[in-house]
């Protein structure tokens, strides 16, 4: 375990108040060895609480794309759809985790990516727990998109003790999941809003681990690309006529969707054709030609 970069300042003053603290006890009350234990005893106490604070254990990373890590060691005090309003202006699955003063304040990419959106808020210190600490309390705001596409907005937010927070990002840094991205100071809170069809790994309560719990599995978005165009991309048909010339007849292609590159089914229509009719025969039948009667002439009566 080593003693984290930003608590060496804070580190170097407690022990400088410690020995101080003892030196005046010791100097105006000699005789006092109950005062002097108990100065004693809240000095080793106050000491271990600040190395408590700033610790930063060495941790194996195991990284996966289709995964969202935890960004910091904590209790799961949230799980719910709500509307994301500051950058992705959608709704989102918000999963937050509280820092109490016991946690290691060392906050991690939960994703790979690279940094599309940062911005710091100033605001108030409202408990951490508070439903408007998101949205009110000192705070920054995180957006990584990841090589698919994906966007993960993740928050630090200040609590009524810790009143200061640290960032190591910016826009336009490429940075990997499980990096140290901030630190906290004191205990507080880091909220994360997943993309909905996120499937979440755990549950309200659960202690989990910055760097090593596995908060959801982020939805693939090549499946849903695709199961969008399956969904309403019709089939292609190719009609051919059973008895068209050969030098007509057109070979099927493979076709493929102009959005996925996917290959559709082909559904080749011949329509029915009947056999040609014989032509009607001619009539043949001649009309047989009527001689011509020869008129009658009256014969001549004899005079």
């Given at each position: 375990?080593?003693?984290?970069?930003?608590?060496?300042?804070s580190l170097?003053?407690?022990?400088?108040f410690?020995?101080?603290l003892?030196?005046?006890?010791?100097f105006y009350f000699?005789?006092?060895?109950t005062?002097?234990?108990?100065?004693y005893?809240?000095?080793?106490?106050?000491?271990?609480?600040i190395?408590?604070f700033?610790?930063?254990?060495?941790?194996?990373?195991?990284t996966?794309?289709?995964t969202?890590?935890c960004?910091?060691d904590?209790k799961v005090v949230v799980?719910?759809?709500?509307?994301?309003?500051?950058?992705?202006?959608?709704?989102?699955i918000?999963?937050?985790?509280?820092?109490?003063?016991?946690?290691?304040?060392?906050?991690r990419n939960?994703?790979?990516?690279v940094?599309?959106?940062?911005k710091?808020?100033?605001g108030?210190?409202?408990?951490?727990?508070?439903?408007?600490?998101?949205?009110?309390n000192?705070?920054?705001?995180?957006?990584?998109k990841?090589?698919?596409?994906?966007?993960?907005?993740?928050?630090?937010?200040?609590g009524?003790?810790?009143r200061?927070?640290?960032?190591?990002?910016k826009?336009?840094?490429?940075?990997e999941?499980g990096?140290?991205f901030?630190?906290?100071?004191?205990?507080s809170r880091?909220?994360v809003?997943?993309?909905l069809g996120?499937?979440?790994?755990v549950?309200i309560?659960?202690?989990v681990?910055?760097?090593?719990t596995?908060?959801?599995?982020l939805?693939?978005?090549?499946?849903?690309?695709t199961?969008a165009?399956k969904a309403t991309?019709?089939?292609?048909i190719?009609?051919?006529?059973?008895d068209?010339?050969a030098a007509d007849?057109?070979e099927p292609?493979?076709?493929?969707?102009?959005?996925?590159q996917?290959e559709l089914?082909l559904?080749?229509?011949h329509?029915?054709t009947?056999?040609p009719?014989?032509p009607?025969?001619?009539?043949?039948?001649a009309?047989k030609?009527t001689?011509?009667?020869?008129?009658?002439?009256?014969?001549a009566?004899d005079k």
């Amino acid at each position: 375990m080593t003693f984290h970069k930003e608590g060496y300042t804070s580190l170097a003053i407690t022990v400088l108040f410690i020995f101080v603290l003892n030196a005046l006890i010791q100097f105006y009350f000699p005789e006092a060895h109950t005062l002097k234990w108990f100065i004693y005893i809240l000095s080793f106490l106050l000491f271990v609480v600040i190395v408590q604070f700033f610790r930063s254990p060495s941790i194996n990373i195991s990284t996966d794309e289709t995964t969202v890590l935890c960004p910091a060691d904590g209790k799961v005090v949230v799980i719910e759809e709500t509307e994301e309003t500051e950058f992705l202006k959608d709704k989102r699955i918000q999963l937050s985790v509280f820092m109490s003063p016991v946690n290691v304040h060392v906050n991690r990419n939960p994703i790979s990516g690279v940094v599309s959106y940062f911005k710091y808020h100033k605001g108030k210190y409202l408990v951490a727990w508070h439903p408007k600490s998101s949205t009110e309390n000192e705070r920054t705001t995180v957006v990584v998109k990841n090589s698919e596409g994906i966007s993960v907005l993740f928050r630090q937010i200040a609590g009524a003790l810790a009143r200061r927070i640290v960032w190591y990002v910016k826009e336009g840094d490429a940075v990997e999941q499980g990096q140290q991205f901030g630190f906290i100071k004191f205990g507080s809170r880091v909220d994360v809003f997943l993309p909905l069809g996120s499937n979440v790994l755990v549950n309200i309560g659960d202690v989990v681990k910055g760097g090593r719990t596995i908060l959801a599995e982020l939805p693939s978005a090549a499946k849903t690309v695709t199961g969008a165009a399956k969904a309403t991309a019709p089939a292609v048909i190719l009609a051919t006529p059973i008895d068209a010339p050969a030098a007509d007849v057109v070979e099927p292609t493979v076709i493929k969707n102009a959005a996925t590159q996917e290959e559709l089914p082909l559904v080749i229509d011949h329509p029915k054709t009947e056999a040609p009719k014989k032509p009607a025969k001619k009539a043949t039948t001649a009309t047989k030609a009527t001689k011509p009667t020869a008129a009658k002439t009256p014969k001549a009566k004899d005079k």
